[in-house]
């Protein structure tokens, strides 16, 4: 299982720096929205032209 979000130093660290409080908001933001970016990874699906596309430009599809 891969672990997302901070490890326990980069936690404490970042709540040394801008404050238990803040820190722990921050690192629990930084979590969510890694969770979020492996759900959308998970999820993705590529799209098939059904249509031929006469602008080549027009749906370009970014490399991941």
């Not at 979590?31 to 999820?43: F, K, Q, V």
């Not at 059904?50 to 599809?61: L, W």
Request: no cysteine.
């Amino acid at each position: 299982m891969k672990t997302t979000g901070l490890s326990y130093n980069a936690r404490k660290a970042l709540m040394v720096q801008v404050g238990e409080q803040a820190g722990t908001e921050i690192a629990n933001l930084i979590g969510r929205m890694a969770n979020e970016i492996e759900e959308l990874r998970r999820t993705k699906v590529n799209v098939t032209r059904i249509v031929p596309n006469p602008d080549p430009r027009q749906y370009v599809e970014e490399p991941f």
